[in-house]
């Protein structure tokens, strides 16, 4: 059996991406990173009503509003998506004959 070293597409030196998150130092619980989905998606959720209110008020342009409406419905349907498709596993998992 031949062993050969793994070479990185891309050179140690590249600078970060900016913007992207940095690798976890230490491992983190599942439910941290679903807080902070669910703590997104009542961001984005808050951001949509907040343009639609500044809309109302006279504040805010109809293409904002717009926009962060779409983005938070785009944002619900993954949500949606998701969770039906965990429900889906689980109950597979459960149904499963030991």
Do not use: K
């Amino acid at each position: 059996m031949n062993v050969s070293a793994v070479v990185p597409d891309v050179a140690p030196d590249v600078a970060p991406v900016p913007g992207a998150r940095p690798e976890r130092s230490q491992p983190e619980s599942d439910s941290v990173d679903f807080t902070r989905a669910l703590d997104g998606l009542s961001r984005t959720l808050g951001g949509a009503e907040g343009a639609e209110d500044a809309f109302a008020n006279g504040t805010g342009t109809l293409q904002r509003a717009v926009y962060e409406r779409a983005s938070a419905d785009v944002a619900l349907a993954i949500a949606t998506s998701s969770a039906s498709r965990i429900v889906s596993s689980v109950q597979s998992i459960l149904n499963m004959q030991v």
